[in-house]
């Protein structure tokens, strides 16, 4: 099992509010991930990190905003909730242990995330 | 065109019945090869990793072809249990992330 850890598991919150949905894993993975996924659709990549203060967009435009102050911890941050914003968050954390055959990807519990 | 394809589904079985998905990929610099399963509002839990040779877990047998750029997951004596959304992923290497393809759903029937 994977020890990578989302807080909350769901959040329903209204319009306007800051919101801060919070990821942490204990495996000591450089690369971590944030992915959003409707219900029944793709996976989308919104934001990634290669280690401490690095943070790339992904391939999905997202008005979300991420930080890398720890290995540990990557929280996602959405200055003003919107009910387009509704939607699951998935945050994984990947191993490389010199090529990337041995590089798995792992993923938390999610948060499903509903704007009111 | 996407980078990787699966077939469309959704794969509606019996219990007992084999099952094979099917999957392709674009970028012929892709090195690792995986398939994950997904419950219905649950995370992407990997299932097992694709090696060139073909490898085997119980009733899960996965395939490469690189010649081909062609992935295989086939699932022998289906379970209800089964019943999931297939993952198939690939990877280029490090530094480069993970390409999910859209996923199969599979409908195990009693």
């Known amino acids: 099992e994977a020890d990578i850890y989302q807080t909350p598991r769901y959040l329903v919150i209204g319009t306007g509010k800051k919101i801060t949905l919070e990821c942490s894993q204990t495996?000591?993975?450089?690369?971590m991930y944030w992915y959003q996924q409707d219900p029944g659709m793709e996976l989308h990549l919104i934001h990634y990190?290669?280690?401490?203060?690095?943070?790339e967009k992904g391939d999905l435009s997202s008005e979300s905003t991420v930080s890398r102050i720890r290995t540990e911890h990557f929280p996602l941050t959405l200055e003003s909730a919107r009910p387009s914003h509704t939607s699951q968050y998935l945050c994984?954390?990947?191993?490389?242990?010199?090529?990337?055959?041995?590089?798995?990807?792992?993923f938390g519990s999610g948060t499903q995330l509903s704007v009111l | 065109r996407k980078e990787v394809e699966q077939d469309p589904g959704p794969f509606n079985v019996p219990e007992g019945a084999t099952v094979a998905f099917n999957c392709t990929y674009s970028?012929?610099?892709?090195?690792?090869f995986f398939w994950y399963r997904q419950d219905c509002r649950k995370e992407p839990k990997l299932l097992m990793s694709?090696?060139?040779s073909g490898n085997e877990d119980g009733r899960f047998t996965a395939q490469l072809n690189r010649a081909s750029q062609y992935i295989s997951l086939l699932i022998r004596d289906s379970k209800l249990s089964d019943s999931a959304t297939y993952l198939c992923v690939v990877n280029a290497d490090y530094g480069q992330n993970f390409v999910f393809g859209p996923g199969t759903r599979l409908s195990v029937l009693p």
């Open positions: 994984a954390s990947s191993s490389w242990s010199g090529t990337a055959v041995n590089e798995k990807l792992f």
């Open positions: 495996m000591g993975h450089d690369k």
């Open positions: 694709v090696y060139s």
């Open positions: 970028n012929s610099a892709s090195q690792s």
């Open positions: 990190s290669y280690g401490v203060n690095s943070t």
